[in-house]
């Protein structure tokens, strides 16, 4: 696939939404560590580089990086009243993340991630799903949920109550999103094939549907992507932005015209969170208007950055920094 211009082009999202960004979904404490190649036999012990603790998910990571990039910002997600809710929550809001509209679950542990972070930069994860299971958004929450430009979901397959009826709740909330003026993006997190028709009952009502390559794949069945761009467009999506690694991106939008970006070149320490970081991105770059190359390219520095620390919140420093690394950074050339 060549890179070619679309010469699409947003104008600036003017509103007087109370927020620039409100992300909803799938929200994880993440316990990382690196490297670790192996686990140790019986009680063996082994010295590593670096444990973190970093708020992450498919919502979460992404408001975080949203609120890095200088985006007015909220969370709708479920935590636990534990020791590891507290943190979410205490993070958050040192990252100046509105956190009024978070619920939560008493009773029930914050869902949370053992990530044991590769010297190649792989992270083989253990999870507990724990609260955002819990988490559902309800008619009465619209009115201060989707008073945002964006609406951007993230999770669905790994929230059970928004889940459950084929996704009703979720599509609900898009609708809503929608009828109130919003943009309405998209992501999911190893959402296996069983989980297709959670998300096409939501295309309809998604503007920017954004998934890896390899989730794209799973719930497609197909592997080239502009047959899985097809694919989604013919079951109700309308742009198509898929997510492919070393390989940068492809998007197909709604009118048709398709554009391939390619990776930029970052000494990789931890994968973590860069596909909520792209989209954190997106969001941040279509918010300005610009041309959509412009955008995405925006969007494949913020996530290249987050890759070269550990932790879905590594890597972004500002917006401006972001916006210098997206000009300057070398392209990478994938085998």
């Not at 890179?3 to 927020?19: D, L």
């Not at 958050?92 to 053992?114: E, N, R, Y």
């Amino acid at each position: 696939v060549s890179t070619q211009s679309t010469g699409v082009h947003f104008n600036r999202i003017m509103s007087s939404k109370a927020y620039d960004c409100v992300c909803v979904g799938l929200t994880i404490l993440d316990i990382l560590g690196r490297p670790i190649n192996s686990i140790p036999s019986g009680g063996g012990v082994q010295f590593v580089d670096k444990i973190r603790l970093t708020v992450a998910g498919t919502a979460a990571g992404t408001v975080i990086d949203a609120a890095k990039l200088g985006l007015k910002t909220a969370l709708v997600g479920g935590v636990g009243d534990d020791e590891k809710g507290l943190f979410v929550i205490n993070t958050l809001s040192l990252f100046k993340v509105d956190t009024s509209l978070m619920q939560t679950i008493k009773g029930v542990d914050t869902s949370a991630s053992i990530l044991t972070i590769r010297d190649n930069g792989e992270r083989p994860a253990s999870h507990q799903r724990g609260a955002s299971d819990h988490l559902l958004v309800e008619d009465k929450d619209y009115p201060k949920v989707c008073n945002t430009k964006y609406l951007h979901m993230g999770g669905t397959g790994l929230l059970k109550k928004m889940d459950e009826n084929n996704g009703e709740k979720t599509k609900s909330l898009l609708e809503a999103a929608k009828k109130n003026g919003c943009i309405t993006t998209y992501d999911v997190l190893a959402t296996p094939k069983e989980a297709w028709p959670l998300v096409q009952s939501c295309l309809p009502s998604i503007d920017w549907f954004m998934p890896s390559m390899e989730e794209a794949v799973s719930l497609s069945g197909r592997t080239d992507p502009e047959e899985i761009a097809r694919f989604f467009q013919e079951h109700g999506a309308n742009n198509i932005v898929l997510k492919w690694g070393g390989k940068g991106s492809y998007t197909k939008t709604k009118s048709g015209n398709i554009l391939h970006v390619p990776a930029f070149k970052v000494n990789v320490t931890d994968t973590t969170g860069c596909g909520d970081a792209f989209c954190a991105g997106f969001i941040a770059g279509h918010n300005k208007g610009w041309e959509l190359e412009k955008v995405i390219k925006f969007a494949t520095a913020s996530a290249g950055l987050v890759a070269t620390g550990l932790g879905s919140d590594a890597g972004i420093v500002s917006f401006e920094d972001t916006l210098h690394k997206a000009e300057t950074l070398p392209i990478y050339h994938s085998d």
